[in-house]
């Protein structure tokens, strides 16, 4: 199997039917074939589906409302010898507004979905249009959708509360009316609206067990509540069990901006403890931690993520934060983990990631690293993709200690943990 290169596809709806586009000669995939608006991933899914609708329809954001947000659906196509993660979207054309195509499309029509199967499309475009259509939700649901999405400084537990509240309202202000097959897509929308952060897939499959377990009749608000209980203790506990372990210790070495590695941190801080914490960019989100730790009387010293290898063979411990632990075991964070890690186990240095088991990858969901928008790069084609990568994955066996809300993760533990969570159908 080749390796799955992610995409986005846009579909555009008025009424009820789709925008679609023929693909003209010049592209260079799948010429001559129906497909939404689409293109490879070169930064955060959302942000990367308006700038298709930028450059493929002429439509600008405002000119759209965010209507679906689909679980990324993986296309084999053995003919290209091409594997695909498509990542689905769907966009309301507001009233007055009118698409104006470029170069990639020789033609396009408004089609209704009934009409795809006598048309010569892009492989898996059906399916990605029914993981988002219909459209349901209301404009709130879909703004909160939309902020998580795009969110670049937020970490994954805080992004999760928000996603979580999100739901619950939205749920529960139509708790007479809402059937189960709506209620399933708004639990997949909020999977899917950070698909690479474990919290939100692994949440997504909580609450459907949840469900399943309630049977016909449940409380959802409850659920909910109950769940965001859940997470926060665990964020506690975690936090206590890694702070326990780093008595002792002098000097840290962390990146990012990680809501666990800053509370340990402050658990842990005394009086002759100093924290080096990597800049992180493109974001600067480790500038960031090292202003909250430096208000509250932490010494800390920001380096260049250049610096981070070095720097992590003169301290005594590493500690990372997790935005997923994956099917591979690995641990996802910001880049520049791997090779904090990497080069503190050659000088003997204990790594250490604080996480928790809500950030375990269900089996199956589909997996990538997120990118960002690369600064100051220019330029697109077929060929020829540009974008910064954000998070790198480390193999658990690379860290001393991974510690959970349970205690060190094990691996009999994480089997377990994701037998469950593969028990509900998360995918459609």
Same mark, same amino acid.
């Given at each position: 199997m080749n390796q799955q290169v992610p995409v986005v596809t846009a579909f555009v709806y008025r009424g009820e039917r789709i925008a679609l586009i023929k693909r003209s000669q010049q592209v260079g995939t799948y010429k001559g074939s129906w497909a939404g608006f689409s293109g490879y991933m070169e930064?955060?899914?959302?942000?990367?589906?308006? /700038?298709?609708?930028?450059?493929?329809? =002429?439509?600008?954001?405002?000119?759209?409302?965010?209507?679906?947000? =689909?679980?990324? #659906?993986?296309?084999?196509? @053995?003919?290209?010898?091409?594997?695909?993660?498509? #990542?689905?979207?769907?966009?309301?054309?507001?009233? %007055?507004? *009118?698409? +104006? /195509? $470029?170069? *990639?499309? *020789? &033609?396009?029509?408004?089609?209704?979905? /009934? $009409?795809?199967?006598? !048309?010569? !499309?892009?492989?898996?475009?059906?399916?990605?249009? $029914?993981?988002?259509?219909? @459209?349901?939700?209301?404009?709130?649901?879909?703004?909160? !959708?939309?902020?998580? @999405?795009?969110?670049?400084?937020? %970490?994954?537990?805080?992004?999760? +509360?928000? %996603? #979580?509240?999100?739901?619950? =309202?939205?749920?529960?202000?139509r708790s007479d009316g809402i059937g189960h097959d709506e209620l399933v897509r708004s639990i997949r929308a909020f999977a899917s609206c950070r698909p690479t952060m474990g919290v939100f897939p692994d949440l997504a499959a909580r609450l459907l067990l949840a469900i399943d377990l309630e049977g016909g009749q449940f409380n959802f608000d409850a659920l909910v509540t109950e769940l965001l209980a859940t997470v926060n203790d665990a964020a506690d506990l975690s936090v206590t069990n890694a702070a326990q372990e780093l008595q002792g210790r002098h000097t840290i070495l962390t990146l990012s901006n990680s809501e666990a590695v800053r509370d340990t941190i402050l658990a842990w801080q005394h009086n002759d403890c100093k924290v080096f914490v990597? *800049?992180?960019?493109?974001?600067?989100?480790?500038?960031?931690? @090292?202003?909250?730790?430096?208000? &509250?009387?932490? +010494?800390?010293?920001v380096i260049a993520d250049s610096e981070i290898a070095a720097t992590a063979r003169d301290v005594d411990a590493v500690l990372v934060g997790c935005d997923a632990i994956t099917e591979a075991n690995q641990i996802v964070n910001k880049v520049g983990t791997s090779a904090a890690v990497s080069s503190a186990a050659e000088a003997g240095v204990p790594a250490y990631a604080v996480a928790q088991t809500y950030k375990i990858i269900p089996p199956e969901w589909p997996f990538f690293l997120e990118q960002w928008e690369a600064a100051g790069v220019s330029g697109h084609s077929d060929y020829v993709r540009t974008g910064t990568p954000v998070f790198d994955a480390t193999p658990i066996g690379s860290f001393v200690t991974i510690f959970t809300e349970e205690g060190p993760l094990s691996l009999v533990r994480l089997d377990e943990i994701r037998a469950e969570l593969g028990s509900v159908e998360l995918m459609p």
């Open positions: 930064k955060i899914a959302l942000d990367q589906a308006y /700038t298709e609708l930028s450059e493929e329809a =002429g439509l600008s954001r405002e000119s759209v409302r965010l209507r679906g947000i =689909g679980v990324p #659906l993986p296309v084999e196509d @053995a003919k290209e010898s091409r594997s695909w993660l498509v #990542l689905p979207f769907l966009f309301q054309l507001r009233d %007055g507004v *009118e698409i +104006r /195509t $470029d170069w *990639e499309a *020789e &033609e396009w029509r408004w089609s209704h979905p /009934t $009409d795809l199967v006598d !048309m010569v !499309m892009v492989p898996g475009l059906t399916a990605a249009l $029914d993981r988002v259509w219909p @459209a349901f939700g209301d404009a709130q649901f879909w703004d909160d !959708m939309a902020a998580i @999405a795009i969110d670049r400084s937020s %970490g994954a537990t805080e992004l999760a +509360r928000r %996603g #979580l509240a999100a739901l619950g =309202g939205y749920v529960q202000d990597a *800049e992180s960019k493109p974001g600067g989100e480790g500038v960031k931690l @090292a202003d909250e730790l430096h208000a &509250e009387g932490v +010494r800390v010293r």
